[in-house]
């Protein structure tokens, strides 16, 4: 259901922030690994104070680029990247300060140091 829309709207709605993988071909579509469901750039401005944008391509992070408002970043598989606006993606296992938001695989066995927040699939035990 990743990048599903209406599980994006369901998480926003039940109190979460929501990392979304975005591309763009001709359009801009949701998708972890390619572009799977078409996304129009209203979506992404209705909900801009809630997602995290993971652009996937450059087309994205070229036209996103253009929004101050949404929070967009680019990574591979680099241990720091920065966003938008200004809190440091950082990679599983790394150390975090005060602005990291750290990806782990499961939130609610994290333990470690303190960080701005926490990415994960699973959020709730």
Sequence with gaps: MENDPDYIVA???????????VWAHKQI??????P???CPLKFLF??????????????????LSDFKELNIFWHQ????TLTSHGHIWTYP???????SV????N?????GAECFGLCSDYLES
């Design 93 to 99: 296992n790394k150390i975090t300060c005060a602005k």
């Design 102 to 105: 750290l990806v782990v695989n």
């Design 29 to 34: 579509w949701l998708g972890h690994d390619g």
């Design 107 to 111: 939130a609610t066995e994290y333990r």
């Design 11 to 21: 998480a926003i709605q039940s109190g979460y922030d929501v990392e979304v993988d």
């Design 46 to 63: 209705e909900h801009k104070k809630k997602l995290w944008i993971h652009c996937k391509n450059l087309d994205a992070l070229h036209i």
């Design 77 to 80: 598989e680099d241990d720091y």
């Design 36 to 38: 799977q469901y078409p």
